[in-house]
């Protein structure tokens, strides 16, 4: 007797969209959005044509069945660690396999407005890629932590990077070492959150910001946050990144757009160049 489809896991990361805002749901509801192998490369996929793609304004990624990730996939740690393989062996494979750097890389650096709307649990991985994103909405019932030191595992996924750009190097601290799961109204005072709303409206609330974000000159977007990923940690690196791309956008189609709609006012017209 042939098993009920229905009742078949699904593990995948799903596209849909929202006119032009791309929406990405993680979809591993039995582990609770765990960012599984199969997750990842999804992810890898979606994002490497989302990236390019022009009729793509911004992407929100968010959680299927009330989650938005549990984060590491503890079952396929349990697996990983019976393999009795030695820390050289480890770090080789770790090296080799560079989907969690491709993935992060991808998410954190894409040109596009990346928005996350988190529902329920953001923990380990889950909360980086909360924070992830140039905006994140989150319900009131969301919980964040840092839990990969309550497994004995050092944080990933950018988390060292993107929580002490978000809340600064002193809370990132405590944070990090503790894994203490804070509640959504302390994620925003933190910083880790910038707009909280009641559950099951994160998404709605996550596309109005989309929607801003993608009203915004793509090309002077796109710079402008290449520029904060790489240059805030000093002045100089700042002064660099405004000699470099202060001429582009000066030159760009869009610039002189922006300038002819305001002295016409109506409203601009932008398409990336």
């Known amino acids: 007797m042939s098993a009920n489809p229905q009742s078949a896991e699904v593990i995948s990361v799903d596209l849909s969209w929202e006119g032009g805002i791309a929406i990405l749901t993680i979809n591993n509801v ?3 959005n765990a960012l599984s192998q199969q997750v990842k490369e999804d992810f890898i996929r979606h994002m490497g044509a989302l990236s390019q793609a022009k009729e793509c304004k911004a992407i929100v990624l968010t959680g299927a069945g009330g989650a938005f990730s549990a984060g590491g ?13 030695g820390f050289m062996d480890r770090r080789a494979a770790f090296a080799m396999s560079a989907i969690n750097l491709t993935m ?37 019932n969301a919980r964040f932590a840092a839990a990969q030191i309550l497994r004995g595992l050092c944080p990933d996924l950018g988390m060292y990077y993107l929580v002490t750009a978000r809340c600064g190097p002193g809370r990132a601290r405590e ?73 582009i956008v000066g030159l760009s189609k869009d610039h002189k757009e922006s300038v002819a709609a305001f002295l016409e006012k109506r409203k601009p017209n932008y398409i990336g160049e």
């Open 104 to 140: 992060t890389r991808m998410l954190a650096e894409t040109p596009k407005p990346l928005v996350t709307a988190v529902e329920g649990i953001a923990i380990g991985a889950g909360m980086s890629f909360a924070a992830i994103g140039d905006y994140t909405v989150a319900a009131s």
């Open 73 to 85: 996939d503890v079952k396929g740690m349990k697996e990983r660690g019976a393999a009795g393989v």
């Open 30 to 32: 039995a582990r609770k």
């Open 175 to 247: 944070l990090l070492l503790s894994g203490r799961q804070i509640n959504a109204a302390d994620a925003e005072r933190y910083g880790l959150v910038h707009e909280l709303t009641e559950p099951g409206k994160a998404l709605e609330k996550a596309l109005v910001a989309a929607d801003r974000f993608a009203a915004v000159p793509p090309l002077a977007f796109a710079l402008t946050k290449s520029a904060m990923l790489n240059s805030y940690h000093t002045l100089e690196a700042c002064f660099r990144a405004e000699q470099d791309y202060q001429p």
